[in-house]
């Protein structure tokens, strides 16, 4: 086993870095906003070496980690890791170069091991077979459970060990390990020191490793004593021990600390406690430790000048498919681990679009009313009347005046209908004779009291009011030049242009609605997803593996069209064919718009998750743009009621053309020749295209 790992080792190619070593970092500084967290740093680390950098929680270890790896950006200095600065083009650091394992466990909780390795193999471009021997060599060097078994049901010791493992996977030439100790038992403790020791004897491969268990230090060849975001020295550990008289590394470090502080009171215009700013490098071969305290400046270095073809530059932009198809097989894996969210995902605008198409747009069912009829007689014009009146819509309630307007006031009924005694008489008075008095009008009139608290309630009483007394007019024959249906009856509404006589409000709301569904489940997706990954260090990592911003975000691009693939042709099947929505256009644009939709929103999840850090304030953004989205966007009412200013603001929206265009192909028919319908897939694309740059450019300012 141990031969077959130093034959993997020796695999690796020697790249010699800035003066033989491996890592230098020069007057490097970083700040997170106000907080100067490195300021002028200066590290060394040999080819060859372990490196431990020790310091106290806070002073800067994981973000100098983050330097060197090239997923934090410096603001200030020069780095150079194996002969190159980090993220060079054509510079395998990030990339197969470096092993990185972070200080989060940075894991997929649905991969199992095997999973695991894989994906990290893959990412490294290694053959399965030497995926294979790699990990069939990791498990047992690092006494892990079955390959089988899943991270989610790991210990947090064994996850510890995973997170090494994918670090050792591809044998890289530099090794950054942030805390790969902790939670481990002194038995693989010692293992791991011991691998470290083993593959840095054939000079090829160097660490760097943080840990708070400084005595176990002791075992690197050097040690960084690293203090408010400087280093206070590096050296040796035992001559670091021996220069300060100390039994422990624990008790150097703590009088460094003493010192520094000392110096740092006496110097308060020296930044950071007032700890001296140039040493001398340990580059210069001298196997002691070099204090930085009262050292004097350093020997200026020529900072050499890199330089890459074009052709190493394009190359270095262009996404690869190997990345992308690892980070989208990754998808299917934890798709088809959790199959209870896949369901989720599929089914939700199913029952979404179900919902409104049950909920929203129908008739009123049930509105009690309460009638008041002074007319006795069965053949009265009144009783005909009210025979006439939707019952599945309306239910009559006979009362007496005073029993309806307590329950209308107690909020028991929506309307009082009331009759005089002489209804039919006068009635019949009014559409006989020219001229009647005031009141045979009162007489003759239905005399309605609405509670016009719900608009949508009153009109449809009204409508169907009015649909009674027209109904009464013709079907009763005697009376179709009645006074009431006259002025109904001047106009004659033929056939419709478009759509049919029994369009209702579902049918207007149905397009947008669709749109807006496919839109936010996939922000909500997106953002969410992407979140949670850079919480848990699993994009630092994927980064630090060699994969782009742009790969990461055509790899999701690309699942998520499968996920909304299937979510589409179900809410189409159920649309048409469930729900009887007309469609008399082309499927095809029909389609193609709704999943262009979506794939916006997929852009607009990236741009939140690439400017937001955690889950709460991602769900938040999604929510608080849902509704105004929805209510200016002239999905749920036309855009021409919008007052002017609002107006424009609604036209430039991603769904206000885009919901028009559909309602026109799919209504009207029209194709892609009408400007209403191209308007609205130009402004989808422009609005993906936007963000897709948006979140790219968020995503590589914010490394
Ligand atoms: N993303 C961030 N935004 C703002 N501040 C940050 C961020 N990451 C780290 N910091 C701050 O930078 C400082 C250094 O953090 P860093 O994680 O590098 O320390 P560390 O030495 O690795 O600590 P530990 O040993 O506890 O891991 C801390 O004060 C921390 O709060």
Redesign the pocket.
């Known amino acids: 086993m141990a031969e077959g790992r130093m034959k993997a080792d020796e695999e690796a190619p020697p790249s010699p870095g800035l003066g033989g070593s491996a890592i230098c970092c020069r007057e490097v500084c970083r700040s997170?906003?106000e907080?100067k967290?490195l300021s002028n740093l200066n590290l060394t680390v040999p080819q060859g070496h372990i490196y431990g950098l020790l310091?106290?929680?806070?002073?800067?270890?994981?973000?100098?980690?983050?330097c060197i790896v090239g997923t934090l950006k410096i603001s200030r200095g020069h780095i150079s890791v194996l002969g190159k600065p980090p993220a060079f083009p054509g510079h395998q650091v990030p990339g197969r170069m470096v092993g990185y394992m972070p200080?989060d466990l940075a894991l997929y909780n649905e991969f199992t091991i095997s999973d695991t390795l894989t994906f990290f193999g893959r990412i490294h471009g290694l053959s399965s077979k030497d995926t294979q021997a790699r990990m069939d060599f990791l498990v047992d060097f690092l006494d892990l459970p079955q390959k089988s078994k899943l991270v989610r049901n790991l210990s947090g010791g064994q996850k510890r060990r995973v997170s090494l493992g994918a670090a050792l996977l591809q044998n890289p030439q530099l090794l950054i390990l942030?805390?790969p100790t902790v939670g481990v038992d002194p038995v693989l403790r010692a293992k791991i020191w011991q691998h470290l020791v083993e593959i840095v004897k054939t000079g090829k491969v160097s660490v760097v490793i943080?840990t708070?268990y400084i005595e176990e230090a002791r075992q690197a060849n050097v040690v960084g004593l690293?203090r408010n975001?400087q280093l206070l020295a590096e050296g040796h550990p035992e001559t670091m021990m021996k220069q300060h008289n100390a039994p422990t590394l624990e008790k150097a470090f703590l009088q460094l600390c003493e010192t520094s502080d000392q110096v740092g009171s006496k110097d308060s215009t020296s930044p950071l406690g007032g700890v001296l700013e140039s040493r001398q490098s340990f580059e210069s071969g001298r196997e002691e430790s070099q204090p930085i305290l009262g050292a004097g400046p350093g020997p200026v270095e020529e900072l050499p000048k890199y330089s890459a073809d074009w052709k190493v530059r394009v190359k270095h932009v262009m996404p690869k498919w190997r990345n992308i198809a690892a980070l989208m097989i990754k998808t299917m894996v934890r798709m088809k681990r959790m199959p209870g969210s896949m369901c989720f995902q599929f089914l939700l605008p199913v029952i979404q679009i179900s919902l409104m198409c049950l909920c929203i747009g129908g008739d009123p069912k049930g509105i009690q009313v309460a009638v008041v009829n002074n007319e006795t007689s069965s053949s009265s014009f009144s009783q005909s009347l009210l025979s006439f009146l939707d019952n599945s819509s309306v239910q009559q309630v006979n009362l007496s005046h005073a029993e309806a307007f307590a329950g209308a006031y107690n909020g028991e009924y929506w309307a009082v209908i009331g009759f005089g005694k002489n209804f039919t008489s006068y009635l019949t008075k009014r559409v006989i004779q020219r001229q009647v008095s005031k009141e045979v009008v009162d007489g003759g009139s239905v005399h309605v009291w609405l509670d016009l608290t719900n608009q949508q309630i009153a009109m449809m009483l009204q409508k169907k009011l009015a649909d009674a007394l027209e109904m009464h007019g013709v079907l009763g024959g005697k009376y179709s030049t009645d006074y009431f249906s006259l002025s109904r009856f001047s106009f004659q509404f033929e056939e419709p242009i478009y759509g049919s006589m029994n369009s209702d409000f579902t049918t207007f709301v149905t397009p947008g609605a669709v749109l807006s569904i496919t839109f936010y489940l996939a922000v909500g997706l997106t953002a969410l997803s992407f979140v949670i990954e850079r919480k848990e260090g699993l994009m630092d990592r994927c980064w630090v593996a060699g994969v782009s911003s742009l790969e990461t975000v055509l790899a999701h691009l690309i699942s998520q069209l499968f996920v909304i693939s299937i979510q589409v042709i179900l809410l189409l099947l159920l649309m048409l064919l469930v729900f009887k929505i007309p469609n008399e256009g082309s499927l095809v644009l029909v389609i193609a718009l709704i999943v262009l939709q979506g794939l916006t929103g997929i852009s607009f999840g990236l741009v939140i998750s690439s400017a937001i850090?955690d889950e709460q304030n991602a769900n938040q953004a999604a929510l608080g743009i849902f509704y105004p989205n929805l209510i200016v966007s002239g999905i749920i009412w036309p855009v021409e009621c919008i007052p002017y200013p609002l107006r424009y603001i609604s036209l430039a929206l991603p769904q206000t053309y885009a919901s028009e265009a559909l309602r026109c192909i799919m209504y009207r028919g029209w194709g892609l020749s009408r400007m209403m319908v191209w308007r609205g897939f130009a402004v989808t694309l422009g609005w993906n295209t936007f963000f897709l740059v948006l979140a790219t450019v968020i995503l590589k300012l914010r490394t």
């Open positions: 997170y906003g907080l967290v310091g106290p929680s806070g002073c800067g270890k994981t973000t100098l980690l983050k200080q942030d805390e943080t708070h690293m975001g850090d």
